[in-house]
């Protein structure tokens, strides 16, 4: 068998299909880019080449056509180049890290315009090994693949973005991966093939969309496997998706994805826009000036803010003619559009506070 090299055309020896050889993961397995444009991990001893380089150049790789969600998802993939790879960078391992959780993420481009947001998809992999994975949607009695590539440890990787005519087409979903390490002994997992059904409803819901570990901004999270367990077919709930958050926090702590540190949770804040309680007197003073001295204090706690992601800030503005409220309501729209409000709670401040969410 010809020995392959980088840029050689191959086809595959027991199953159909072929492509470009694109790199080595190892010595056993190639990566070979296929017509569709994704990058494949197949042993050497299952490609036979059908073209050589020749005299082209080492590496150089025909121009990828793909959709832009394929060009988004290029920097995730690990690509380790035959002429690099003794010098690979070995990932880093995280306690813990040895029981594979896996899961698919979901989020609102704007989450304040929910009814006509679209969606970005995440698939997740919360462990020290490399996975490669095929990530599909039913139609009628078969399936369409929607992704696959590989994606390495303790990473997140984009999949796709969609709008809301595409909803229908999630309503049953399912993820296979295989896993492995390499250039190192691990421990042997078995295959693994999760079928979900999702509850589309769900999407325009705010209150579908959680905190999380992975993500600065709310997600709606879809376990595939939890500490090596794989979910079994079902209907996501709200209950569902707050039991998985309540294990995930129980179990053992370790690094985020993308070694993002945890985050910590905000207290509320309530700050009294009032101006008895911003002054003393306000002898001398005109409705304006007080006003603009009230939005200056609000202004003033809003830029002290803005870099403590999710931090609830409630003001208190009281009910009056909503004269400051508006005021406040108009520099939100205009100086904050990132940040989300609403008012605050009715039980407890009445229709006279407003509580923003640094965003």
Wanted: charged fraction near 30%.
């Amino acid at each position: 068998m010809n020995k392959l090299t980088t840029g050689d055309r191959v086809r595959f020896l027991n199953t159909t299909g072929g492509g470009i050889v694109k790199g080595f993961l190892s010595k056993q397995l190639v990566i070979v880019e296929d017509e569709h444009g994704f990058d494949v991990p197949v042993l050497i001893t299952e490609c036979v080449v059908v073209e050589s380089t020749g005299n082209e150049k080492m590496g150089q790789l025909p121009e990828r056509k793909g959709t832009p969600a394929e060009e988004r998802a290029l920097p995730d993939k690990p690509v380790v180049m035959a002429e690099t790879v003794e010098a690979a960078a070995v990932p880093e391992e995280t306690p813990g890290g040895e029981s594979i959780t896996a899961c698919l993420a979901y989020l609102p481009t704007d989450v304040k315009s929910l009814s006509s947001s679209s969606y970005e998809c995440y698939f997740v992999n919360d462990s020290n090994y490399w996975l490669f994975f095929n990530y599909m949607s039913r139609e009628n009695n078969s399936w369409r693949s929607r992704y696959s590539g590989m994606v390495e440890p303790n990473t997140k990787i984009f999949i796709e973005e969609f709008d809301k005519t595409a909803l229908n087409d999630l309503e049953k979903v399912c993820v296979q991966f295989i896993a492995f390490k390499q250039n190192k002994p691990f421990g042997f997992k078995n295959p693994c093939s999760v079928e979900l059904r999702i509850d589309t409803v769900k999407f325009y819901k705010l209150h579908s969309f959680r905190e999380n570990d992975y993500f600065d901004e709310d997600a709606l999270i879809f376990y595939v496997m939890q500490h090596d367990l794989p979910e079994r077919e079902l209907l996501v709930s709200a209950g569902d998706l707050e039991r998985a958050m309540k294990e995930k926090k129980s179990g053992e702590k370790r690094p985020r994805i993308q070694r993002i540190e945890k985050k910590e949770k905000d207290p509320l804040m309530e700050v009294d826009l009032h101006i008895s309680e911003l002054l003393d007197t306000t002898a001398g003073m005109s409705n304006a000036d007080v006003l603009a001295y009230q939005l200056s204090r609000f202004n003033e706690v809003m830029a002290a803010h803005l870099q403590h992601k999710n931090q609830k800030i409630v003001f208190i503005h009281g009910k009056g003619d909503g004269v400051l409220k508006n005021a406040i309501l108009k520099e939100l729209k205009n100086r904050y559009p990132q940040c989300y409000y609403q008012d605050a709670s009715f039980q407890e401040y009445g229709y006279g506070a407003t509580m923003v969410t640094i965003k």
